[in-house]
């Protein structure tokens, strides 16, 4: 059975980071894209970032390049999101994803709130 399980988010001030972690079970970081996802409020849910299979290559959306970094820990089965530079604008649900084949996401965490007060 696969699962993931976002952890991490909260409420910070604009400027500051967060690290949210999507704990995964049931699945292998070799044969699954993972990525993060965020919902804002009264908004569609857009990528954020993808870390590819194998080779461990990640991509980031340009709205967040610079500031947000994706990584995995294979020995946990861990896929991070390092946000630094926090935005008012960042405020969302994050929702981890896996795929076998993009861009079809074959699983949804629960998703995690992060909250920017500006």
């Known amino acids: 059975q696969v699962q993931l399980v976002e952890s991490g988010g909260g409420s910070v001030q604009a400027g500051e980071s967060l690290r949210l972690s999507c704990q995964a079970s049931?699945?292998?970081?070799?044969?699954?894209?993972m990525g993060w996802y965020r919902q804002p409020p009264g908004m569609e849910r857009e990528g954020v970032a993808v870390?590819?299979?194998?080779?461990?290559?990640?991509n980031v959306a340009d709205f967040v390049k610079g500031r947000f970094t994706i990584s995995q820990d294979k020995d946990k089965n861990i896929v991070y999101l390092q946000m630094n530079k926090l935005k008012s604008d960042d405020t969302a649900i994050y929702y981890c994803g896996a795929a076998l084949s993009l861009p079809d996401w074959d699983y949804w965490g629960q998703g995690t709130q992060v909250t920017v007060s500006s």
């Open positions: 870390i590819y299979p194998l080779s461990g290559a990640t």
């Open positions: 049931g699945i292998s970081f070799d044969k699954y894209y």
